[in-house]
T-cell receptor, first 112, second 115 residues
Framework: GDSVTQMEGPVTLSEEAFLTINCTYTATGYPSLFWYVQYPGEGLQLLLKATKADDKGSNKGFEATYRKETTSFHLEKGSVQVSDSAVYFCALREGGSEKLVFGKGTKLTVNP | GAVVSQHPSWVICKSGTSVKIECRSLDFQATTMFWYRQFPKQSLMLMATSNEGSKATYEQGVEKDKFLINHASLTLSTLTVTSAHPEDSSFYIC???????????FGPGTRLTVL
């Protein structure tokens, strides 16, 4: 079945550091890919998405590129802020379905 | 943006009792609602999908008689954990979607602890 693997956390960075959270997937078809963020005490929020190969999703300084050849969708940000501290989830959705398959989540802590 | 609430945010109950968790879409009509379960350091696992006015579709391995889901209106779905046991202790998260293709909006989750 479909699955998502993302790097284990927690990840601790200093403010303005570069962030990469790796995400790879296995899927039978051509899925859409997502990054969700969960701030403390809140529900998951969609951060960015990409629906086909080579698409780049971006939002709030975060970027991720849909790489079909490496089945990856790594999340990057050039300069993190304390307010970016949260848990980040990579997910996929097969075409024609509403079901989301999630990775385990990566907790990011950014220190001032 | 669309807001989804859950109530209660946390609950502690004795083994053998039943617990009801509510999921509401506050500013949109949710034709479909999803219930997830999350164990510590694990991913969200989809338990069931419910469409308003019809029976829920459960994922493989999820006991439908234990986890009762009702989606009686376009803004409310409930998950009832019947005869709860300590192994049912978990974080339960709901999400809701309206028009197809818009995506899912997630609630903040409910922490269930069964003693």
């Amino acid at each position: 079945g479909d699955s998502v693997t993302q790097m284990e956390g927690p990840v601790t960075l200093s403010e303005e550091a570069f962030l990469t959270i790796n995400c790879t997937y296995t899927a039978t078809g051509y899925p859409s890919l997502f990054w969700y963020v969960q701030y403390p005490g809140e529900g998951l929020q969609l951060l960015l998405k990409a629906t086909k190969a080579d698409d780049k999703g971006s939002n709030k300084g975060f970027e991720a590129t849909y790489r079909k050849e490496t089945t990856s969708f790594h999340l990057e940000k050039g300069s993190v802020q304390v307010s970016d501290s949260a848990v980040y989830f990579c997910a996929l959705r097969e075409g024609g379905s509403e079901k989301l398959v999630f990775g385990k989540g990566t907790k990011l802590t950014v220190n001032p | 943006g669309a807001v989804v609430s859950q109530h209660p945010s946390w609950v502690i109950c004795k083994s053998g009792t039943s617990v009801k968790i509510e999921c509401r879409s506050l500013d949109f009509q949710a034709t479909t609602m999803f219930w997830y379960r999350q164990f510590p350091k694990q991913s969200l696992m989809l338990m069931a999908t419910s469409n308003e006015g019809s029976k829920a579709t459960y994922e493989q391995g999820v006991e439908k008689d234990k986890f009762l889901i009702n989606h009686a209106s376009l803004t409310l779905s409930t998950l009832t954990v019947t005869s709860a046991h300590p192994e049912d202790s978990s974080f339960y998260i709901c999400s809701a979607s309206g028009l197809a293709g818009v995506g899912q909006y997630f609630g903040p989750g409910t922490r269930l602890t069964v003693l």
